[in-house]
């Protein structure tokens, strides 16, 4: 029972707690509180296993955190020597209810968190790196295992992003409502791009993988949650995050092979997922601002529909063409190829395809391989062989493999 109640402890209230702590102890403090963090779970290890584990895990939690970061503030010299003195009551260091772990309070704190995260002066690599640590409770290894890197290249990431937090003097609160929008955009492209890092991931840790892209979605519905952050943009990325995720269990195999869209088993499809996708399409469908992730999600949508169409294709790609206007990228232009050759031939697409000239991309290679399939087949060969030459990992050279064994 302790053995899995810690872990998910853990993965459910290291953020809450965490996010707390630095809006109490200052922004400068961040791995301070990370530490404090850390030691209560350390703690909740070392004295369930001889007590039990208490009546309110969770509470017990946020008590002993209270107490561990009293006693920090209290025999810290910096806090005795600088902060005390522009503390008007310095009769009491801090005191009982000081520390404010209501629920508002938690979840204000996370939604403060994530602007001060996703601060322009921090590059967006080291804000999906602080938010996986502070607003998901990550730890350096599996960020080492996200990023398919080592723990020393994360932890001077890091450093370097809490030192910029500390130098700029980012206070942990929301930003002036004149602000807002532009921070906004920032803060949707971090949580995008984590998700991202689940979804497109390299590892071979399915479990990882998941868990990146679920937390991701919890940070957007916490935006959501919130009357002054709850935009049209933001309903329209969790719309995009849950058709994504509804088919998490047919995208790979029992071996862990990638399976392409057209080879899915479409009942292993989460139907609740794409329900609450389109509920948070539907509500991301006001205003007069159609955003990346608007586009995105209804392209999305269109592929929660198993059923080759003319419709579904004609409507996937003016979608794209809209995209490619609004935000031109190689990756997008690519996917467009694919979807071309559904609604105007193989032809045209490859003449537009060679176009694109993504000469380090494996994907591009894959799919010119696919669109000369049942014409030349050399060519076809030729594509598919430059593909496995490029491919990163065993998944995807399982795949280009079976490509051309076919």
Not at 41 to 49: N, Q, R
């Amino acid at each position: 029972m302790q053995q899995e109640l810690i872990p998910h402890l853990f993965r459910t209230e290291f953020s809450r707690i965490a996010a707390v702590l630095v809006k109490h102890i200052g922004i400068e403090h961040m791995e301070v509180a990370e530490d404090i963090t850390s030691e209560t779970f350390l703690s909740a290890l070392e004295t369930w296993t001889y007590k039990g584990i208490p009546e309110n895990p969770a509470a017990w939690l946020y008590v002993v955190a209270k107490n561990k970061a009293k006693n920090y503030l209290t025999r810290n010299h910096l806090f005795q020597q600088k902060i005390i003195p522009v503390i008007k009551n310095t009769d009491t260091v801090v005191a009982e209810d000081d520390i404010d772990l209501s629920e508002k309070n938690i979840t204000d704190s996370q939604l403060q968190m994530i602007f001060s995260i996703c601060h322009p002066s921090i590059p967006t690599e080291s804000q999906i790196g602080l938010a996986l640590r502070i607003l998901c409770g990550f730890g350096i290894d599996e960020i080492a295992n996200a990023f398919l890197t080592n723990k020393e290249t994360v932890n001077k990431r890091l450093f370097r992003a809490r030192e910029k937090l500390r130098t700029e003097n980012i206070p942990v609160e929301f930003p002036p409502e004149t602000e807002l929008p532009a921070r906004m955009d920032a803060v949707l492209l971090t949580l995008y791009l984590l998700f991202n890092e689940g979804y497109y991931s390299e590892t071979q840790d399915v479990i990882l993988r998941e868990d990146l892209c679920f937390e991701a979605m919890r940070l957007v519905k916490l935006l959501i949650d919130n009357e002054s952050t709850n935009l049209p943009a933001a309903n329209a990325l969790l719309a995009l995050m849950c058709f994504h995720a509804s088919r998490f269990g047919a995208r790979k195999n029992d071996r862990g092979e990638i399976i392409l869209y057209e080879d899915q088993d479409e009942s292993l499809w989460d139907r609740e997922l794409i329900a609450r996708g389109v509920y948070y399409l539907h509500q991301g469908s006001t205003g007069n601002k159609i955003s990346r992730y608007h586009l995105e999600a209804n392209i999305a949508y269109w592929h929660t529909i198993k059923e080759d169409t003319p419709e579904k294709w004609d409507n996937i790609l003016q979608l794209y063409n809209h995209l490619l206007m609004l935000e031109y990228s190689p990756i997008a232009a690519l996917n467009r190829t694919f979807v071309l050759s559904k609604v105007k031939g193989k032809e045209t697409a490859i003449a537009e395809a060679e176009k694109l000239k993504l000469q380090d991309n494996h994907y591009y290679f894959m799919l010119l391989g696919e669109l000369y399939s049942g014409i030349d087949q050399d060519k076809a060969k030729q594509h598919f062989e430059k593909a496995l030459h490029l491919a990163k990992n065993n998944s995807d050279k399982q795949l280009v493999e079976k490509r051309l064994s076919r």
